[in-house]
């Protein structure tokens, strides 16, 4: 089973995105949620995860910038994303919180350009 993310695209600096991640139920109603983003040259890493209880965490970079949700009706995940910045350009990816190696997908792709 993979989790695909879907919504990237090419942007200009400043401007907003708003990715989708759909999942099955039997997936999205027990676990947290987490977006990741890889960087080229870069590692994978956790940017923001959401609780089925709707809390939430970001990673400094992000913080105030991106906001995580989930639709537990929908068992979707989004990520909005505003003020972006050449920075955050990379490959964007769904997973649990635990980031299961089976769930990944082929990710999406931001591009953000100054």
């Known amino acids: 089973v993979q989790l695909q993310a879907s919504g990237g695209g090419l942007v200009q600096a400043g401007g907003s995105l708003r990715l989708s991640c759909a999942a099955s139920?039997?997936?999205?109603?027990?676990?947290?949620m987490g977006w990741y983003r890889q960087a080229p040259g870069k590692q994978r890493d956790m940017i923001a995860f959401v609780a089925i209880s709707g809390n939430t965490w970001y990673a400094d970079s992000v913080k105030d910038r991106f906001t995580i949700s989930r639709d537990n009706t929908k068992n979707t995940m989004y990520l909005q994303m505003i003020a972006l910045k050449p920075e955050d350009t990379a490959v964007y990816y769904c997973n649990t919180y635990r980031s299961r190696p089976d769930y990944w997908g082929q990710g999406t792709l931001v591009t953000v350009s100054s």
């Open positions: 139920g039997s997936i999205f109603s027990r676990n947290i």
